[in-house]
C-alpha cells in the first residue's frame, strides 16, 4: 500500500504547476558581489549568453530524477534558456511509465521533452532504472539492482524499444543505466552486458543514435578496464560514442584527474573511438546531511567556486562535463530515503514545493564560464607558460579558432573552495605571448578588469605579467576584445 501511495504522488507532482511567482534572473552588472578585491579597475562584466546564441560547446546540465519527483520541470524550465548550456538529461523512468504490465504512459515524459525541445535544447535520455512491478524487475532508483530475470528482461527490452521508437527524430542522444557500480552485486562485465543489450535495440531503431555508457560513480581504472574488455571483447564497442563518468570530490582538483588520465589511457588502449565524457558532477550550496559531498558546510560561494573549477578541469582535460544540477533535489520524498531537507545541488534554490525561492550565485558563475568558453576557442596543450606563485596553480591556455587571440584560465587548486576571497600575487611569463589589450577577469562575479600597463612586461615575443592575482576560482587573462559583444565571440559590457 505505501509504495501505491508514493507512486500516486509521483504522478501528481510531476504534472502539478508551482504557486509562486518566478524569481527574476538579475541581468545586471551587479548581479554577483563578492569579498573579493584584486586591486584593479573594474571596466567592466560579461554579458550572458542564451542557448540560441552559441553555436557549440562542451557543456550539458543535469535535469534529472523527474521520473521519482524528485524535481518539477515546470518550476525551473525558464531559467533552463538563459543559463546558455543546450544539452540537458533526463532519466526514462521506467517504473513510473510502466506501472501496469504491458501498459506504457509517457504523457509525463512527452511533455518535458516536448517543452525543451520548442526552446532549443537537445537532450541525452538515459534508460534507468529498473521495475519492481516485474519478479527481479530491478530497483527503481539509485543503487537498485538490474532487472535479471527472464520475463523481467523481456519487458526492459520491450520498454527500451518503445521509448526509443516513441522519441526517434527526438532524441538522438542516450544514456545507460545510472552508476551501476553503486550496487556491490553488479561488476563491469553485466554492465557491459546491459549496455550492449540495451544499445543494440536503440541503435536498430534510431541508426544514428549517439550513445553513453558505463555511467560510473566516479572515473575507477579497474571498473572501466573491466568494461572495455567486455565491450571490446565481442566487437560492440562501436556501440558507444561515449564512456561516462561523475566527479565528486571536495576538493574538485585533488586526486580526481589522476584517475580520469589513466581511464584515458584505457579508452586509447582498447577502444580509441570512444570519448570520455564527465556525466555528473556538483556541489551542494549548504550543509546537508545527504547526498554525495555530503556533511560538509558548502556555501553558495564554495559550490560557484567548485563547480566553475570542475567545468573547466575537465575542459581542460580535454573530457565533456556536465553541470549537476539546475534545481535542488527532494530525495526525501521517494520511500526508503533518508528524512531531512532538499538537497541543494541547484543553481536554483526551490523548496518542497518546488517553488523556486532564488537564482543562486552558482547560477551566474556557470553563466560566466558558458559565455566565454564555447567552441569558438580550442586548447593549446603545450602553450609556453610558466607562473610563480606560492599556491598550487591550475592553469589551462586557449586560442580563438580564428583570430587566435590568447586566453590563459587559472586558479589556486590547493584545497577545497573557500568562502573567502583572498589573493596571492603571480608572475606569468608567456614566451610567446600575443595580447595587445590585456585583461583580468574573474569568472565568479564577472567583473572584467584592466592590468596596469607597469604590471605587463613584453621583450621580443616573451611576455610577463606581474603581480596578477590568483585565488581559489578561475580567473583569466585575455585580450579585452575577446570580450567584446560580437556574433562569433564571447561577449562583455565593456
Known amino acids: ?43 567592466g562584466t560579461i554579458t550572458p549568453r542564451s542557448v540560441g546564441q552559441i ?84 530497483g527503481r532508483g539509485l543503487s537498485g539492482g538490474f532487472p535479471n530475470s527472464e520475463e523481467a528482461l523481456a519487458a526492459w527490452d520491450k520498454w527500451v524499444e518503445t521509448m526509443a521508437a516513441r522519441y526517434k527524430g527526438k532524441v538522438r542522444d542516450w544514456g545507460m543505466w545510472n552508476e551501476p557500480d553503486g550496487n556491490k552485486a553488479h561488476t563491469p562485465e553485466m554492465t557491459a552486458d546491459l549496455n550492449i543489450r540495451t544499445a543494440e535495440i ?33 566487437e560492440k564497442a562501436s556501440l558507444f560514442t561515449w564512456f561516462v563518468y561523475h566527479g565528486y570530490t571536495r576538493n574538485p582538483d585533488e586526486g580526481h584527474y589522476e584517475n580520469v588520465e589513466k581511464v584515458k589511457a584505457l579508452i586509447q588502449q582498447y577502444a580509441p573511438a570512444i570519448k570520455l565524457w564527465q556525466g555528473e558532477a556538483g556541489a551542494q550550496s549548504e550543509f546537508c546531511l545527504g547526498g554525495a559531498l555530503r556533511k560538509y558546510p558548502w556555501t553558495e560561494l564554495t559550490q560557484a567556486k567548485w563547480q566553475t573549477r570542475r567545468m573547466l578541469g575537465d575542459l581542460g582535460h580535454d573530457v565533456e562535463s556536465l553541470v549537476f544540477c539546475i534545481a535542488d533535489l527532494d530525495y526525501n520524498r521517494w520511500e526508503g530515503y533518508r528524512l531531512g531537507d532538499m538537497d541543494r545541488y541547484g543553481l536554483v534554490k526551490t523548496d518542497k514545493a518546488y517553488r523556486v525561492l532564488k537564482v543562486k550565485l552558482a547560477y551566474y558563475a556557470v553563466q560566466n564560464v558558458v559565455a ?13 607558460c610558466e607562473i610563480q606563485c606560492e599556491q598550487a596553480t591550475a592553469w589551462y591556455a586557449y586560442k580563438h579558432r580564428q583570430s587566435g587571440q590568447q586566453m590563459l584560465v587559472f586558479w589556486d587548486k590547493s584545497g577545497v573552495p573557500s568562502d573567502r576571497n583572498d589573493t596571492v600575487a603571480a608572475t606569468f611569463t608567456i614566451t610567446k605571448g600575443s595580447f595587445s589589450e590585456p585583461v583580468w577577469v ?21 611576455v610577463v605579467f606581474k603581480d596578477i592575482p590568483v585565488y581559489d576560482a578561475p580567473t583569466l587573462i585575455t585580450d579585452k576584445s575577446m570580450l567584446m559583444k560580437s556574433a562569433d565571440k564571447p561577449q562583455g559590457k565593456l
Do not use: H
Not at 94 to 123: H, P, Q
Not at 373 to 380: I, K, Q
Not at 444 to 458: E, F, H, K, L, S
Open 1 to 43: 500500500m505505501r509504495m501505491k501511495q508514493s507512486r500516486t504522488w509521483i504522478v501528481t507532482a510531476m504534472f502539478a504547476l508551482t504557486a509562486a511567482s518566478a524569481q527574476v534572473i538579475d541581468t545586471s552588472e551587479t548581479r554577483v558581489q563578492t569579498t573579493l578585491d584584486p586591486g584593479l579597475k573594474r571596466i
Open 55 to 138: 553555436a557549440g560547446q562542451n557543456w550539458s546540465l543535469g535535469c534529472e530524477t523527474l521520473d521519482r519527483g524528485f524535481a518539477n520541470y515546470d518550476s525551473y524550465k525558464d531559467y533552463l534558456v538563459p543559463l546558455g548550456i543546450k544539452k540537458i538529461r533526463l532519466q526514462g523512468g521506467w517504473a513510473t511509465t510502466e506501472r501496469e504490465k504491458g501498459r506504457y504512459d509517457f504523457r509525463w515524459l512527452d511533455r518535458v521533452i516536448e517543452d525543451a525541445r520548442g526552446r532549443g535544447l537537445e537532450i541525452l535520455l538515459e534508460t534507468s532504472y529498473g521495475n519492481p512491478i516485474y519478479p527481479d524487475g530491478g
Open 202 to 234: 536503440i541503435r536498430r531503431l534510431i541508426p544514428d543514435a549517439r550513445i553513453a555508457g558505463a555511467v560510473l560513480c566516479g572515473p575507477k581504472p579497474d571498473w572501466a578496464e573491466g568494461w572495455l574488455k567486455r565491450v571490446t571483447a565481442q
Open 372 to 384: 566565454v568558453f564555447d567552441d569558438t576557442l580550442e586548447r593549446v596543450p603545450d602553450y609556453p
Open 442 to 462: 574573474d569568472l565568479i562575479t564577472g567583473g572584467i578588469y584592466a592590468i596596469p600597463a607597469d604590471r605587463i612586461a613584453v621583450d621580443g615575443g616573451k
